[in-house]
């Protein structure tokens, strides 16, 4: 009996190593297994639920008399995800950014179809409850950046998605996220290591900006920013099921002096600062079979908008001269 039990310890505790916390695990060999789990040995569905959060603060002086200002606005959404045909769908509410505590719910709802060519089909419902008005769907076939759906799928996994310009941290303990053991993996990204993933990001387009004039001050507004990142890895399979960012900490004085600019400047002696009390997002995500995604009847009868993407395309390329 005691041998029995033995056995039984000793196979708990095998088990355990090789479906649990591993601590001979390292940070980069954790990034390795997950961008592998993500990219060859996820099913074909994933379902995302997004929280975004955005409180800042204002603070204005004239040199006499100081007033602070909130700036406000969140959203929820929850994502479905058909990697099998590379459909979407998306919804939830906005509040919008707002000021003094006048915010702007907004229900939303996003519909992205691919058809066999590649082009990708949008459906977006908005609706302003309260307001009177009823909600209204639009459609759009745009040309995404002059690529189809499945190659900027293709580059998407081709790229390290999962790795940045920033050295990652494992913690010593296993956490637990959304019932899940996990490993949990952080970084902080500062300004330079922010600006070589949207330059890597605009060359996935096919757009270069590692020399143009307007995007180097576009970039510069970005000094001061810290990005804090947060993966939890499950111990059994790999797969992320939540991340975390938030840019708290950050210093936004170059955002602040850009602002004043934008305002025609300042007055001698006064002065405006942005404040971060809490930018951040929190994403779940979990995996299973595919799911069809069916765009309903009254988007399918929305007229066709204008091709909103290809506008940005436009400035972007022009930012990218």
Same mark, same amino acid.
């Given at each position: 009996m005691k041998r029995k039990v033995l056995f039984c310890l000793a196979a708990l505790g095998?088990?355990?190593?090789?479906?649990?916390?591993?601590? %001979?695990?390292?940070?980069d060999?954790?990034?390795?297994?997950?961008?592998?789990a993500v990219n060859e040995n996820s099913p074909g569905g994933m379902e995302m639920a997004m929280d975004m959060n955005m409180d800042i603060s204002l603070d204005v002086s004239d040199g006499t008399t100081s007033s602070s200002i909130d700036l406000t606005g969140s959203g929820n959404l929850d994502i479905n995800i058909n990697k099998e045909s590379s459909d979407i769908s998306m919804e939830g509410t906005l509040t919008t950014p707002s000021l003094l505590g006048l915010s702007q719910s907004v229900t939303m709802k996003m519909y992205g179809i691919t058809s066999e060519d590649g082009a990708f089909?949008?459906?977006?419902y908005r609706e302003v409850p309260d307001s009177g008005e009823e909600g209204v769907w639009t459609h759009s076939s745009p040309e995404l950046f002059g690529l189809n759906m499945e190659e900027i799928m293709k580059q998407t996994i081709d790229t390290d998605f999962f790795?940045?310009?920033?050295?990652?941290?494992?913690?010593?303990?296993?956490?637990?996220?959304?019932g899940t053991e996990c490993y949990l993996l952080s970084t902080e990204i500062d300004t330079s290591s922010l600006g070589t993933s949207v330059e890597e990001a605009a060359e996935m387009f096919g757009i270069d900006i590692s020399s143009n004039e307007n995007a180097e001050?576009?970039?510069?507004?970005?000094?001061?920013?810290?990005?804090?990142?947060?993966?939890?890895?499950?111990?059994a399979d790999y797969f992320p099921v939540r991340f975390h960012m938030d840019l708290n900490g950050s210093d936004l004085s170059a955002l602040s002096q850009y602002l004043a600019m934008a305002m025609g400047g300042l007055a001698e002696g006064s002065s405006i600062d942005l404040v971060a009390n809490d930018i951040s997002m929190d994403v779940s995500v979990s995996y299973g079979d595919a799911k069809e995604i069916i765009v309903p009847e009254e988007a399918l %009868?929305?007229?066709?908008?204008?091709?909103?993407?290809?506008?940005?395309?436009n400035i972007l390329g022009e930012l990218a001269g």
């Open positions: 095998t088990a355990s190593m090789l479906f649990g916390f591993d601590s %001979a695990e390292t940070a060999s954790v990034l390795e297994k997950m961008q592998t089909d949008t459906y977006v790795k940045w310009d920033s050295d990652f941290e494992l913690a010593s303990e296993p956490v637990t996220a959304d001050m576009v970039t510069s507004m970005l000094d001061g920013l810290r990005v804090k990142l947060e993966y939890y890895v499950s111990t %009868a929305a007229p066709e908008t204008e091709d909103v993407l290809g506008k940005v395309k």
